[in-house]
């Protein structure tokens, strides 16, 4: 059965940062390569927006977090992690990973993150 688990959220300060985490299991190796992983964010009263995604070796990011946020991924230990920096308070939200292939995707329960002073 496929799992994603997101952690690192928490609270911090503006400009602080925070490193998010999203494990998964379920996968192999082989399989969790050919997925594309995302980053989604919802905050209060918002409906979903990505944040960033990573298929191979390319990165995607949403203009809000360019220069920002970066996203890794650790095929050999199934993981994708979302590097954080000079966080703003209107980075506050529940981030979502989300692993998406041509047959199916799955969604982690998500991380709170929230920024303030």
């Known amino acids: 059965q496929v799992q994603l688990v997101e952690s690192g959220g928490g609270l911090v300060q503006p400009g602080g940062s925070l490193r998010l985490s999203c494990a998964a299991s379920g996968f192999t190796r082989s399989s969790f390569i050919n997925y594309i992983i995302n980053w989604y964010r919802q905050a209060p009263g918002k409906e979903r927006e990505f944040v960033a995604s990573t298929y191979l070796i390319s990165a995607n990011y949403a203009d809000s977090v360019k220069g920002r946020f970066t996203i890794s991924r650790d095929n050999a230990k199934n993981t994708v992690f979302l590097q954080m920096n000079n966080l703003k308070p209107e980075d506050t939200a529940v981030y979502y990973c989300?692993?998406?292939?041509?047959?199916?995707?799955?969604w982690g329960q998500g991380t709170q993150v929230t920024v303030s002073s």
């Open positions: 989300k692993a998406k292939s041509n047959v199916d995707e799955y």
